[in-house]
């Protein structure tokens, strides 16, 4: 598993059978001089075939993913499977295990430090391993978010705009294949340190999604999350048809977030109070909310605007806000 990793595991990627155990991040520190932090992880092969990689807890605070993985590490014998998976339901652990968006362990965001570095710091050697490891071996990476503590999310799946127009053809027919309300594309992040760049560079479609928030468990999220894998996983070809009984797919609306006036960022600090809910369709200025000062009764509210038409896909969950916070994303339909 080295390939220049420090990481390392007694788990073999080119067995057969199902194997669960662990890979393992060193952090020499001072309770645990040789210890390290020991990441689940459950392969299923069987055969020749693709082989998915599927992900959870990049963020910690999204749980979603985490559970739903889980669960199919569980339900999933290799007898099911024509090809292999690789599951890591909670690829950062310590911000999982802390319930934070960044790791506890040295701050940073993982999705926003990839390609990495074989001798950084517990995120970076993560990013790393995904990087150098798990996605060369992968003809697709499903990576399973939501909004995390900050926002709450129309529960959806989701990817980006590639550069690369191959990646962009093969994407469609899998995000279809969730067969949940809500398919999303992201077109404005030029964003080299994200997951998505990563399998980007190993050639390989992304998908991602968004199947709530708040730092809670979303349970229509949960549903939508566990079903759409098992039909994708089959229309992909890597689980038999009849392994896993899911619910019949629904009709996907087909949404994308355009460019960054999509976003719409606190224009002050203060409380939050929204004059719309998750799924609104809204109109270029229509308000979607004001701010508040709770220190300035004579202050006059702030009201946020729209700035595109669209449907509310995101809105930011704490009251609380500081001016430059992201309190809600837009998304127009792909004609």
Request: with cysteine.
């Amino acid at each position: 598993m080295r390939n220049g990793s420090r990481i390392w595991s007694r788990l073999d990627l080119e067995g057969q059978g199902k194997q669960t155990g662990h890979i393992h991040l060193p952090n020499s520190v001072h309770r645990s001089a040789y210890g390290t932090i020991a990441i689940p992880c459950c392969i299923i092969a069987n055969g020749s075939g693709p082989t998915v990689l599927l992900t959870g807890g990049v963020h910690g605070d999204e749980y979603e993913g985490q559970i739903a993985l889980g669960r199919l590490c569980r339900g999933i014998e290799p007898s099911m499977v024509r090809g292999r998976l690789i599951l890591v339901p909670s690829i950062n652990l310590p911000a999982a295990l802390a319930s934070t968006r960044t790791s506890p362990l040295d701050g940073q965001n993982l999705n926003r430090i990839f390609p990495g570095d074989a001798d950084g710091t517990p995120s970076e050697q993560i990013a790393y391993f995904v990087e150098n490891v798990l996605a060369p071996i992968s003809d697709v990476w499903f990576d399973f978010h939501s909004g995390g503590s900050s926002l709450n999310y129309l529960p959806l799946v989701a990817t980006h705009l590639f550069r690369d127009e191959a990646i962009n053809r093969k994407a469609g027919p899998i995000l279809d294949s969730f067969g949940v309300p809500l398919a999303l594309v992201w077109n404005f992040f030029d964003e080299p340190r994200m997951g998505k760049s990563c399998a980007e560079r190993n050639g390989i479609v992304y998908v991602a999604s968004e199947f709530g928030g708040g730092g809670s468990v979303n349970l229509d999220g949960l549903r939508l999350c566990y079903e759409g894998t098992v039909r994708a996983l089959v229309s992909f070809g890597v689980l038999d048809a009849d392994a896993i009984p899911v619910s019949p797919p629904t009709t996907t609306r087909k949404l994308i977030v355009r460019h960054r006036d999509d976003n719409i960022y606190a224009s002050s600090t203060g409380v939050f109070e929204p004059r719309v809910a998750l799924g609104a369709e809204v109109r270029s200025g229509d308000p979607l909310g004001d701010i508040l000062a709770l220190d300035d009764l004579s202050a006059k509210p702030s009201t946020q605007l729209a700035l595109n038409d669209g449907i509310v896909v995101c809105l930011r969950h704490p009251a609380l806000v500081e001016r430059g916070d992201c309190i809600a994303q837009l998304a127009g339909d792909i004609q």
